[in-house]
């Protein structure tokens, strides 16, 4: 990785992971391919002992896999990464890596919905207590420290309500305490915020979201600052085996060429959105870490080089202002998932959170007329224009009710 050191963030995006290759070709070939031969049984011998380095099985290394994290790792300033077949794979990788039973967990309440059943069913079940605390306040994680509190996970800007956490405070809690720290960087990237430079130890993306930023990729990955981690969560992913896939990793490599681009529309759509959508007459709040009203903005501009792609608002007239809106946009794409080109909305109540109830979703803080918007990179006042008309709609029908 001789040809990066000294590249700004820009030129990594656009350089990194990339090597020489057969013919020229100035992208990595698509290696798809489950098994390598060996010249002979002696060369097969070496690779199995580690004595030479090459590649035998795509479980465990692959160019095109190698490549992509390459890349991921010299984003975010780490050591190495490690690709996975999903957000969740990585996950589940770090965890299986790092934690035994009888070990204790704080993980942030404001956290991706797998990752909280992950910790409280299977991890759980092998003997992992977790305690979940609001960690937009480090006061909360410092007392909620035990003897056995191993790690330490922290999703910031936290889904789906965007409170932000401390980082830097968090990671002196947790070295204080002989803890990890693992961040979710997932909602920001590290083209807005690069958690190593808080002293996090590891950090985990859904690739599926921003890094490969076109909807049609699911992956993860790990990235780790030390060869010992890395060492320890390589050997978990190999046995497990949620790795990801050379075609994926094609893809993703090739959506992080345009990451820095990508990340300073969205950016600068979402903030215009959110300023529109908190002077609007149906909409009661406005949760969006650009906007001063935000409980934690002081911390966000410490942290983040901007502010994301991720709204979360509250609609006047609750569950059935939800639905309606839902139903009355038209450029906006009424989905889960989050971080692509396009914008995705959903409304929790109706949507995700609909089996659950009414009153599980108070307990869970889902409100009836929460919406959550991933703003995409279209040309704003065309958003602005759909998300407006579909109010209108609104308006109409509580006026009619
Ligand atoms: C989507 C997401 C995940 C899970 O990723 P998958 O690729 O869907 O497995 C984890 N964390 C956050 C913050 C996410 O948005």
Redesign the pocket.
């Known amino acids: 990785m001789e040809k990066e050191s000294g590249m700004q963030f820009e030129s990594k995006c656009v350089h990194s992971g990339i090597g020489e290759y057969e013919h020229g070709a100035v992208v990595p070939p698509i290696y798809q391919t489950s098994t390598f031969k060996f010249e002979t049984t002696h060369y097969g011998a070496s690779l199995f002992s580690g004595e030479q380095k090459g590649y035998y099985y795509t479980r465990i290394n692959n160019p095109t896999i190698e490549a992509l994290e390459d890349a991921i790792a010299a984003l975010e300033g780490g050591h190495k990464a490690l690709g996975c ?7 589940h990788t770090v965890f299986a890596t790092f934690l035994e039973a009888g070990d204790h967990v704080i993980c942030s309440q404001s ?2 919905g ?2 909280n059943t992950l910790l409280r069913t299977i991890f759980h079940k092998f003997g992992v207590v977790t305690t979940f605390v609001d960690t937009s306040n480090s006061e909360n994680v410092h007392k909620a420290i035990l003897p056995n509190t191993k790690m330490i996970y922290v ?1 910031t800007p ?2 789906p309500t965007l409170m932000i956490s401390d980082l830097e405070e968090i990671s002196k809690i947790a070295h204080a305490n002989d803890a990890l720290i693992c961040v ?1 960087n ?2 920001m990237s590290p083209a807005l915020q690069r958690p190593f430079e808080f002293g996090v130890d590891i950090i ?6 921003f890094l490969n930023g076109h909807a049609d990729v ?3 990955v790990v990235v780790v600052k030390n060869e010992d981690h890395y060492l320890k969560c390589r050997k978990v992913l190999n046995q497990t085996g949620g790795v990801i896939d050379p075609f994926n990793s094609f893809l993703v490599h090739r959506g992080l060429k345009t990451l820095h681009l990508r990340m300073e529309r969205h950016c600068e759509n979402s903030l215009k959105v959110a300023k529109f959508l908190e002077a609007h007459e149906l909409v009661s709040s406005v949760t969006y870490p650009g906007l001063e009203s935000h409980p934690q903005y002081e911390i966000g501009l410490r942290q983040h080089k901007g502010h994301g792609g991720m709204i979360t608002f509250e609609l006047e007239g609750g569950f059935e202002a939800g639905e309606t809106m839902m139903n009355s946009v038209k450029l906006c794409q009424l989905a889960v ?3 692509g080109v396009e914008s995705l909305i959903q409304h929790p109540a109706s949507m995700t959170h609909f089996t659950m109830g009414l009153e599980a979703r108070r307990e869970a803080s889902i409100t009836e007329g929460m919406v959550r918007l991933s703003v995409g990179i279209e040309n704003v006042d065309d958003l602005i224009a759909d998300l407006d008309n579909a109010l209108k709609v609104v308006k109409k029908t509580l006026v009619n009710q």
């Open positions: 077949a999903s957000g969740m794979a990585a996950i956290v991706y797998p990752t999703e936290g889904n979710d997932t909602f985990i993306h859904s690739m599926t979201k699911v992956a993860g998932s989050l971080g």
